[in-house]
């Protein structure tokens, strides 16, 4: 874990927590993404990991992209490059294979809600605002908001937000699917810690699946997708940890996972 400029994770229990860092907002600049990137690959090889949460330092979660940085994209094909470096950083979230929390303590707004909804699992804080407002700079969602808004909201939903560009409260975003959880301001870390502890304490080997099973899953029609589960299932079977699982439970004791 090295020490970069706007980005680091530390790690205990099994508990990764990578903190957004570029006061005063945490706008997702070119060299944010990066770090994001590079702290993301050193979770997914660190075996003592099994949860990431994603948060932000401040008063913010991420407020969107760097618009000073707008300006030298104007060429064709700049933006395209600059969209493709963030789209390789969110998937790169999106594909870790271990669970992942955004703990929404603040502003979440265009590149910052695409970030969050890369993560499985958002828990927000009351008072937090979610928006992609882009369209109001005559831009549109660049780094997977097209795609990944309509899959958690709905098509109408996520159309309507995109094309208004107002933001929701974190309620509001609650009732459509977007958030899972809404916890008084102050709390988000915590919430997201206890969730995270709750999932550190299974094995990473099921957790992995899980994961794999529904993202692959939704790519496939219902048929194609329960044969994938079943194979992932088979594969579970011959882990060390489901005899654990089944012999913890005829002892009438807690699992001692290995996690992988």
Known sequence: MSTRNYVNWTKEDGIAILTIDNPPVNVLSEAVGL???????????DED???????????????????KEFPSKMARGEAKKMALEHFHTYNKLDFLPKPTIAALNGITL????????ACDIRIAGESVKLGLPE???????????????????????????MYLGDPIDA????????????????EVLEAARSMAKQL?????????????AVDKGLEMDLTNGVL??????????????IHEGCNAFFEKREPKFKHR
């Open 200 to 212: 550190a304490s299974r094995t990473l080997t099921a957790l992995s699946r899980i994961k794999k």
């Open 35 to 45: 770090e994001i990137r590079e702290c993301v690959h050193e979770v997914e090889l």
């Open 110 to 117: 265009g590149g910052g809600l695409e970030l969050a909804m």
């Open 135 to 161: 369209i109001k700079l005559g831009l549109f969602p660049g780094a997977g908001g097209t795609q990944r808004l309509p899959r958690l909201v709905g098509e109408g939903r996520a159309k309507e937000l």
């Open 228 to 241: 994938y589960e079943v194979e992932l299932l088979d594969e579970v079977f011959q882990t060390e940890d």
């Open 171 to 186: 309620q509001e975003a609650w009732r459509i699917g977007l958030v899972n959880k809404v916890v008084p301001d102050g």
């Open 49 to 67: 990991v099994v949860v990431l949460i994603v948060t932000g330092a401040g008063r913010a979660f991420m407020a969107g992209a760097d618009i």
